[in-house]
């Protein structure tokens, strides 16, 4: 310095250190930040050092890259230098360093920046770091007196830039204080917003949403466990372009041991099987999501649920950022919170689908009460009993019930169809209405056994179908004609206890088509004559399929004997015992069928 004394450059800097410390104290207080004082920062320099121009650069670790963050009479243009670690190192060493000749190991960088460089009007970098931490470069360029440049400015550049080195880092852990603080609010905010959700639809989606949120990200994406194909399955994404390699199609990854899983879906595999997160900051192992960085946690409820990703972590000016492990741990803290939420939306989604099958089983429950008789038919010289009792909540498959003909005799009907619940029960409507169209045609058992095929066949899924028993009485004569249809075979008791069974008939109806059918097998009925003390048993396979603790069966066996002994009770007390000996024998056992009796008998 040839103009200004040694003493007045002291001044000055004295000066200058007095001004950096008090805009350093508004930082350190949390009052500002060096980027809304970087430019107070940088004018102190250009005055402490008599220059005229000049500017401050940050470093972006994460692009390896230098950017503006302050200016003075510098062109207003984006402006970005890219710089290797290696270049930094050697920077480091020739501090501060002569644009105009740089060491023979910079050059090449030198020269390969010339045109940002002009932009500056650079004649000094003075690097900015902490701890060998490089933090960016103070550049100045046209100083008032063209001997600037000498000894006392590079000292002077030194001091200035490690103060403000300081100031940078000040800012950044009062910026990284405030975003910690900003993030736990956003956490505690989210948290409480996603657990109000009941509809699982509306919940993944603000989950994608409040994650790429939470951490300042540009894309996320939920994937869940099916339970039942055990498949780890995109539920809900938000600025998702996935890129598939040619040999995968969707994403849908297989979490047994023994599938195969493609080495692009690995990573996510390994979270949802170990529930250990994964922070990826390469293009490699990201390339299927189309970004740079990601982090993918597990969602834990009682057990892993699925796994949440997060991609592209955005600082200022877009700039992609590395997501850290502090970035882990806030998102696993949201995770464990999403877990929460997502049963909590399930369990009210099975209340609500619970509330609703018990409506359609109450509604089904009234259905089925219609559809059996009060009581009934009195027919002169004849008793009669039926009794239905549904294993579940009051809906079942059986049927029973009394139809009269149009030429006076009656018809006996027993049924169990296939299924539970409303179908059951709509199901048994259909065969009732049916029965009902065919009697008043007054046709032969066979020929009425075929339409009810036809119709079953024809307006019911193809795994519902009905075995039936239907049985004309012809009550001045006595006779009975029967049909079998796949049902249990009815008991004929005789006065003097010998029994005989009714068997003709065919297959169950609305199994198979008619063609089929007819190639298997063709209905047929029998007709037997009843006496005075005759009775006639129709029952369903809940009697003698009850099961006791020790899952022995009831059977037919034990059925036969005791309706030999009850062959001279009244037909309510008969059914009134077969029902009580099947409790008794069933004991602390659970039913799990419904339960029909029918009793015919002659007095």
């Known amino acids: 310095m040839q103009t200004d004394s040694v003493e007045q450059a002291m001044q000055r800097l004295i000066l200058s250190l007095s001004e950096i410390e008090e805009v350093g104290k508004t930082i350190a207080s949390g009052q500002s930040s060096f980027g809304a004082s970087s430019q107070t920062y940088l004018r102190i320099v250009l005055k402490t050092l008599q220059a005229s121009r000049g500017a401050i650069l940050r470093f972006n670790p994460a692009e390896s890259q230098l950017a503006i963050e302050s200016s003075i009479n510098i062109a207003d243009e984006p402006l970005i230098i890219p710089i290797t670690s290696d270049e930094i190192g050697i920077m480091l060493q020739f501090s501060p360093l ?144 996935l890129q598939f390699p040619p040999d995968l199609k969707y994403l849908s990854i297989p979490l047994k041991a023994d599938r195969m899983i493609h080495p692009t879906l690995f990573m996510l595999h390994e979270v949802a099987t170990e529930g250990k997160t994964q922070i990826r900051n390469d293009r490699e192992t990201t390339a299927l999501f189309g970004r740079k960085n990601l982090i993918a946690v597990p969602v834990f409820g009682h057990e892993i649920l699925g796994v949440l990703v997060v991609l592209g972590k955005k600082g200022r000016s877009g700039i992609t950022l590395e997501f850290t492990d502090e970035d882990g741990i806030l998102l696993e803290a949201f995770a464990n919170q999403v877990g929460v939420a997502i049963e909590n939306a399930r369990l009210y989604q099975e209340a609500i689908e619970k509330r609703r099958l018990q409506a359609e089983m109450e509604e089904a429950a009234k259905i089925q009460e219609n559809l059996l008789p009060e009581a009934p038919p009195k027919i002169p010289g004849y008793e009669m009993a039926g009794m239905n009792i549904p294993h579940h909540d009051g809906v079942g498959g059986d049927y029973y019930g009394y139809i009269q003909e149009p030429d006076g005799s009656w018809g006996l009907v027993i049924s169990d169809v296939a299924g539970k619940g409303m179908q059951a029960a709509l199901l048994v409507a259909t065969l009732r209405a049916a029965l009902l169209s065919e009697v008043a045609k007054q046709t032969d058992l066979p020929t009425m056994a075929l339409a009810l095929n036809t119709l079953i066949y024809e307006s019911s899924p193809v795994d519902k179908y009905a075995t039936l028993c239907y049985a004309r009485l012809h009550p001045e004569t006595g006779r009975l004609t029967s049909l079998n249809a796949g049902h249990n075979v009815p008991l004929v008791i005789r006065r003097d206890g010998s029994l005989q069974r009714l068997e003709a008939g065919g297959l169950m109806v609305g199994m198979y088509p008619d063609d089929m059918l007819r190639q298997m097998s063709e209905y047929e009925e029998e007709t037997i004559q009843l006496y005075s003390g005759d009775m006639v048993l129709f029952y369903t396979d809940g009697v003698t399929e009850t099961l006791n603790v020790h899952e022995d069966m009831y059977d037919e066996k034990r059925l036969e004997e005791l309706v030999k002994q009850l062959r001279h009770a009244d037909a309510n007390e008969i059914c009134a015992e077969i029902y009580n000996s099947t409790l008794e024998f069933q004991g602390e056992a659970q039913r799990f069928d419904d339960l029909t009796l029918m009793v015919l008998k002659k007095k």
Do not use: Y
Request: charged share 20%; net charge negative.
């Open 98 to 241: 002569d644009v105009s000749q740089p060491p023979s190991s910079l050059k090449s960088f030198m020269d390969e920046i010339h045109p940002q460089l002009q932009v500056l009007n650079a004649t000094f970098w003075a690097p900015l770091k902490i701890h060998e931490e490089f933090l960016g470069v103070i550049s100045l360029g046209e100083f008032f007196d063209d001997s600037e440049g000498g000894g006392w400015t590079r000292e002077l550049l030194n001091v200035l830039a490690d103060h403000i080195s300081v100031a940078i880092a000040h800012s950044r852990s009062q910026e990284d204080l405030r975003a910690a603080k900003f993030r736990l609010f956003i956490l505690s905010d989210t948290t409480t917003q996603i657990a109000k959700l009941l509809d699982t639809e509306q919940l993944e989606e603000e989950i994608v949403n409040h994650a790429v949120r939470l951490l300042d990200a540009s894309a996320g994406c939920l994937t869940l466990i099916n339970p039942i194909t055990q498949q780890l399955e995109m539920k809900n994404s938000f600025a998702l372009d």
